[in-house]
């Protein structure tokens, strides 16, 4: 089945500095690769996300690439604000209907 | 409502208990999934549901857990005889259609079982 590692676990950076997290991915069948955001006490929030067809994709200060011969994706958050720290989830699809696996979770924090 | 609720927000429990978690999804999404999430951990499939399909029970840890879905539209997730290692943030999640991507989150029901 599918197996989906990310990296890194926490991440801190200065307010207005980039930050990179990167996820790996074992199904090359996997078809759709969502991120999500979660804040303390709330359930995840989807941010963005990109199919298997589209190697980037950009909302904002939130974008996200893929590299379907590595079988990797990563999100990309630019100019970052103290509300940007949460956890971070990627998480990738087979099919239609069919169940996510998530990554582990990464913890940004944003220090102003 | 506006989104998927779920009740309680929290529950704490003995062990060997029984316990039942409620999900409401969004009016008119006709799939619902159930996630656990331990401690610092992501998200753990446990149970998927699409309309009058059979169940995807594949994330299912144990018989202890089960889940139905009446109508199509709230959803139970019970486990019985609880031990301490069910103790987590138990998810629910629910989108449009099988056809969508979109999965839209609760804001969990946190088990403490002692």
């Known amino acids: 089945g599918e197996n989906v590692e990310q990296h890194p676990s926490t991440l801190s950076v200065q307010e207005g500095d980039s930050a990179v997290i990167k996820c790996t991915y074992s199904d090359s069948a996997s078809n759709y690769f969502p991120w999500y955001k979660q804040e303390l006490g709330k359930g995840p929030q989807l941010i963005i996300d990109?199919?298997?067809?589209?190697g980037e994709k950009k909302d904002q200060r939130i974008a996200v690439t893929l590299n379907k011969t590595a079988k990797h994706f990563s999100l990309h958050i630019t100019e970052t604000q103290p509300e940007d720290s949460a956890v971070y989830f990627c998480a990738a699809r087979v099919n239609y209907g069919q169940n996510f696996v998530f990554g582990p979770g990464t913890r940004l924090s944003v220090l102003p | 409502g506006a989104g998927v609720s779920q009740s309680p927000s929290n529950k704490v429990t003995e062990k060997g208990k029984d316990v039942e978690l409620r999900c409401d999804p969004i009016s008119g999404h006709t799939a619902l999934y159930w996630y656990r999430q331990s401690l610092g951990q992501g998200l753990e499939f446990l149970i998927y549901f699409q309309g009058n399909s059979a169940p995807d029970k594949s994330g299912l840890p144990s018989d202890r857990f089960s889940a139905e879905r009446t109508g199509g539209s709230v959803s139970t997730l019970t486990i019985q005889r609880t031990q301490q290692e069910d103790s987590a943030v138990y998810l629910c999640a629910s989108t449009k259609s099988p056809a969508t991507d979109t999965q839209y989150f609760g804001p969990g029901t946190r088990l403490t079982v002692l």
């Open positions: 990109i199919r298997s067809n589209v």
